[in-house]
């Protein structure tokens, strides 16, 4: 069964960093293309980044030069390391799964949690 736990969310003032991980089951995850997605308050979702099943990346221009995407295959997980943390980067943070292997998009098409496979979101709150 497809499974994705993110953690490390957390408090944090604005420019400190946080880690978030995605521990994926079920699945090979070097086999897929994932993807961070978040939701602020009150708002619709918000692509963050993509890496390929080929390992290369990209992100959402709010976030470039801040955070960066990266996969452990061995461990099968994802990361997502946010430096230079601002108050809008306030929001649940969800991991995404592609919905078939090796064939992806850059973006989720539609951004909605009808797309691929959603974990449970970790809240990232930054604040003074």
């Known amino acids: 069964e497809v499974e994705l736990v993110e953690s490390g969310g957390g408090l944090v003032q604005p420019g400190g960093s946080l880690r978030l991980s995605c521990a994926a089951s079920g699945f090979t995850l070097s086999s897929y293309w994932m993807y961070w997605v978040r939701q602020a308050p009150g708002k619709g979702l918000e692509w963050v980044s993509t890496i390929s099943s080929g390992g290369t990346t990209l992100c959402a221009a709010s976030v470039r030069d801040r955070f960066t995407i990266s996969r452990d295959n061995a461990k099968n997980t994802v990361y997502l390391q946010m430096n230079s943390l601002k108050p809008e980067d306030t929001a649940v943070y969800y991991c995404?799964?592609?919905?078939?292997?090796?064939?992806?998009?850059?973006?989720?098409?539609?951004?909605?949690?009808?797309?691929?496979?959603w974990g449970q979101g970790t809240q990232v709150t930054v604040s003074s």
């Open positions: 995404v799964r592609s919905p078939d292997p090796y064939a992806g998009s850059w973006l989720p098409a539609p951004m909605t949690k009808d797309f691929g496979y």
